[in-house]
């Protein structure tokens, strides 16, 4: 539930519904959710509940020529995991400075007042949530302008230089801000996966409360009954025969869903064999859009307040991505002091469960390439130690005055088509060679209910079809790759195209790579069997997840047997050895 608390939806799904046909852009990102990434989670849940294993093992019990699917999955989650870290690091200095206004006395907040923080200003200065006139007709929140409080603010925590490549000094407070953010996950993932249970159910109840209160207050400040009916004006459902709508709808509830990141198999695979994953993946599916509903609207809401109050219109209110976080922080300036800090915490208890969940997919594989016996307490403590220093080293650059620039120029160069191509390949590789009518009679073995194991079947026939969606995003994006708009900072670097290329296809990598080494491993050596070279080709190609099912469910038998008729067992007789019967 945590996992599928999504930021995206929080932050991209307002501006997204009301410029692309209102209602009708909704109804299709439910559709997209129940048709894509449903059948997807039951095939995900399914692939970690059968293996017991984290996504590299996971597919090599599939395929062994697939096993670079699980690698791609852990490297991109690593990229993701270090862009994520950036954001969320500069959340938590907001939330620091938001309690250092009331330590020193200070009144207003650093990022939406100008003359109260000069510290913090280094040009003429407007606030955050002033109005910026553009024309007569359109105004807007002076949140995203560099003359805006919040951009000096941004600018003096992180003084970004001219160059990516000029990454001078490291800005010590973001340095800590990271630091912080990975103690704090490796105090999750270190106890193991009972203790980040409990971690994350209580940083999701905390989020999930504040985000209720603030849903609450937006619902209630006026404007709504405007705002609902600007949305509902904007309704169009000839927009659906659009394939740029659709297209959308797709990345946006692939990123909202996280599904193709293998989190799911590793969280399914920590399962009991028996578990009901059919109901779990409808009840995440449901919980998830009730959940981005609950977000939305309260965007949605405050959005409408802000317009009737300033005159401006939503479509000038809202945008996408990390902006539209700067835009609810000004929000909020129209409101008490304290629901900016509610704000935070929402953003903050989101990320952060995100964050520790994709970790510990990370740490699960890694015990599983070390050996079951890495996942004893003190061997795992170091592991995790291991993991959450590299991930660390990982960000640090972001923490120089280069480190604007190299955010950006990562986080848009993933954006494009690599999630969509390890989910093409996920999809693929289970559900035409592995076969997914394969994958549903196990799921007829490992659940009791017949009727929900039914339908996980028939939910498992859509993953045939499904591979052609996220492959056509993938293909749009490409064909919409444009360097030009990338910062002009990033341009000072005339290797910075090849490095965003780089951190976007070096993730993909392993995915062709095992695939021919694997065959070509099979045709060159003999192995210890010595078995025919097309004996050992088919052996790659045939599913290890039937032996490694029988390896798992093997019990020794017992030597001698009280209950065999016919003989008595005696102290002074160990070589009567009774008959066994099965």
């Known amino acids: 539930m945590a996992y599928l608390f999504a930021m995206t939806n929080f932050l991209n799904l307002p501006k997204l519904i009301l410029e692309n046909g209102g209602v009708a852009f909704a109804a299709a990102y439910a559709a997209v959710v129940g048709v894509l990434c449903m059948p997807t989670m039951v095939m995900e849940m399914s692939i970690g509940q059968v293996t017991g294993r984290a996504p590299v093992l996971a597919f090599y019990h599939l395929f062994p020529v697939f096993k670079g699917i699980g690698v791609a999955q852990i490297l991109f989650t690593l990229v993701v ?47 955050a949530g002033s109005i910026t006139n553009i024309t007569q007709i359109n105004n807007r929140l002076n949140t995203i302008q560099a003359e805006s409080s919040m951009m000096q603010f941004l600018t003096t925590l992180e003084r970004p230089s001219e160059s990516i490549a000029d990454f001078k000094d490291f800005q010590y407070s973001v340095l800590i801000a990271q630091g912080a953010v990975w103690i704090g996950v490796f105090v999750a993932v270190c106890f193991g996966v009972r203790f980040v249970g409990k971690t994350v159910s209580f940083v999701m109840s905390l989020g999930f409360a504040s985000l209720m209160a603030f849903f609450i207050r937006a619902a209630t400040l006026g404007g709504v009954q405007e705002i609902l009916e600007i949305y509902w004006k904007a309704t169009d459902w000839n927009k659906l025969a659009d394939y740029q709508v659709w297209r959308l709808a797709i990345e946006q509830a692939i990123l909202g869903t996280g599904i193709g990141y293998g ?40 959005v409408g307040f802000l317009s009737m109050k300033l005159g401006i219109h939503p479509t000038e209110l809202l945008e996408t991505g990390e902006d539209q976080m700067w ?37 699960s594989t890694v015990e599983d390439a070390f050996g079951e016996n890495w996942s004893k307490c003190c061997r795992r403590f170091i592991l995790a130690l291991f993991l959450c220093g590299f991930c660390y ?56 209910s017949r009727c929900c194991s039914c339908f996980g079947h028939f ?29 002009a900072p990033i341009h000072e670097w005339k290797y910075s195209e090849y490095v965003g290329i780089a951190i976007a296809m070096v993730p993909l990598l392993p995915i062709p790579l095992y695939f021919f080494m694997t065959i070509l491993c099979a045709c060159c050596c003999k192995g210890k069997d010595h078995q025919k ?40 007789a160990p070589l009567a050895e009774p008959e066994i019967y099965a």
């Open 327 to 363: 835009y609810m922080l000004a929000y909020v300036s129209y409101l008490p002091k304290i629901w900016s800090a509610i704000l935070l915490t929402i953003s903050i208890c989101t990320m952060f469960s995100v964050l520790v969940i994709l970790s510990l997919s990370v740490l």
């Open 263 to 302: 989190a799911f198999i590793t969280m399914s695979s920590y399962m009991k064999r028996n578990n009901n994953l059919v109901c779990d993946s409808i009840f995440l599916s449901l919980w998830h859009l009730i959940i981005t509903f609950v977000q939305t609207m309260s965007v949605i809401c405050i």
């Open 393 to 448: 080293g990982l960000t640090t650059y972001f923490a120089t005055q280069a480190g604007r620039h190299a955010y950006e120029l990562a986080t848009r160069s993933i954006k494009y088509c690599t999630i969509y191509f390890i989910l093409t390949a996920e999809l693929f590789a289970t559900a035409w060679f592995y076969c997914a009518h394969k994958l549903g009679r196990d799921l007829h073995n490992m659940m009791r």
């Open 81 to 127: 995991l270090a862009c994520m870290t950036k954001f969320l690091s500069t959340l938590c200095l907001f939330l620091y400075y938001y309690f250092w206004t009331y330590h020193a006395g200070r009144n207003g907040l650093p990022w939406l007042n100008c003359k109260a923080f000069p510290e913090f200003v280094s040009q003429p200065c407007r606030e």
């Open 533 to 572: 070279t097309c004996k050992r080709i088919r052996s790659v190609f045939g599913s290890r997840l039937q032996s490694h099912q029988r390896n798992e469910k093997a019990q020794p038998i017992p030597r001698y047997t009280s209950n065999a008729p016919g003989y008595l067992l005696l102290p002074q």
């Open 459 to 487: 939910f498992l026939y859509f993953t045939y079809l499904l591979p052609v969606l996220p492959a056509g995003v993938a293909f749009l994006n490409a064909l919409d790759y444009k360097f030009s708009t990338f910062s």
